[in-house]
């Protein structure tokens, strides 16, 4: 029997709910300024196959951890709003393959879309034998390949044909022949971007700062300092201060202590969008995410956001129950 078609969309105001809906994909996001944050995100499971898409209208850093049973296929939607991968520039078209588990970071300079599709890594493989007779799998290391233009058409058009259906004809999307038909279409467009060339850019240097920006990110996990003490910290992950310097201006956009102090922002954001105003203070939410001044806090965070954190914990009306319930259809799904 054909397993039930799962889909839906749901909007977000707190980038750490958006983050948990995408679930599989493992993503921490860290907003760079902008105001509120709003994103969008449209999900579609098949029967060998998951696809999201997500719409965002606020620059960002990314993080990706993804989980090592599935393949990850990542790629910008919209030309306006271009993707920066490790490093990489993704001009439309472009298709990343992923690493197997792979640790990276994808960022945004404004308004942003992106779409997001996996299957099994035994799927992969299997569907690329039948169809070109060759065997492909993911690699230890992400690849970015520019398909022809006509095989990267196909895909974003294919890709907005089941978002459009995902959201305005759930009915029709939930038709086990137009299920099949589409995941069918879907899997043999993918399987001919994998026959690309690699973009001739995206070298093994990208990929070794990749990996010096994951341990970055681990340091920075278990670092429970208001300053970053970079000295320390990059003797602690064994990397130059150069290095390390060089690789957060390429990956991030920013320098490592503009970086955490933005991570921390972003931190004390999340909780007061998540406060019971009449419980909690400003005072207390600031400190948890050491700062230890609060008029100094207060500045930067209205820097970044656009607005006081006072102003944020008084609009923190969202109910629990409404995030816990987008959170769990999208859960099932994928």
């Known amino acids: 029997m054909a397993r039930m078609v799962q ?22 996001l860290i907003v ?98 039948v169809l070109t007779g060759t065997t492909i799998s993911s690699s230890p290391e992400g690849r970015v390949l520019r398909p022809s233009h006509s095989t990267a058409g196909r895909l974003l058009l294919l890709h907005r044909k089941v978002c459009r259906l995902v959201e305005t004809r759930q009915e029709l999307i939930a038709n086990p022949e137009v299920a099949r038909a589409l995941e069918q279409e879907l899997l043999q467009t993918l399987i001919s971007c994998l026959m690309a060339d690699d973009a001739g850019s995206h070298s093994r240097r990208n990929r070794h700062h990749a990996e010096i920006m994951s341990r970055f990110e681990d340091a920075l996990a278990s670092y429970h300092e208001p300053r970053l003490n970079l000295p320390a910290l990059c003797s602690a992950i064994d990397v130059p201060e150069r290095t390390l310097r060089m690789c957060s201006a390429e990956s991030l956009g920013l320098s490592p202590t503009r970086y955490h102090l933005l991570r921390r922002l972003n931190g004390a954001r999340s909780e007061l969008l998540n406060a019971d105003p009449e419980t909690t203070s400003v005072t207390q939410i600031a400190h948890n995410h050491r700062f230890v001044e609060l008029g100094r806090f207060a500045v930067a965070y209205r820097t970044v956001f656009g607005e006081m954190p006072s102003a944020t914990l008084r609009r923190s009306s969202i109910k629990k129950a409404d995030r816990a319930f987008c959170r769990s259809r999208i859960a099932r799904a994928g």
Do not use: M
């Open 32 to 129: 760079t300024g902008g105001g509120a944050f709003n994103a969008r995100l449209s999900w579609l499971k098949l029967d060998h196959l998951f696809l999201l898409h997500g719409r965002e209208n606020l620059p960002r850093i990314g993080f990706f951890s993804l989980s090592p049973k599935q393949a990850f296929f990542s790629f910008p939607t919209k030309p306006e709003s271009p993707l920066t991968y490790g490093g990489f520039c993704l001009q439309l078209g472009d298709v990343v393959l992923h690493g197997h588990g792979e640790r990276s970071h994808q960022r945004t300079n404004g308004k942003s879309q992106w779409g997001l599709i996996s299957l099994s890594h035994g799927g992969l493989a299997a569907y690329a034998k």
């Open 7 to 28: 889909s839906g969309t749901a909007t977000f105001a707190n980038p750490v709910d958006y983050c948990a809906a995408i679930g599989a994909a493992g993503l921490k």
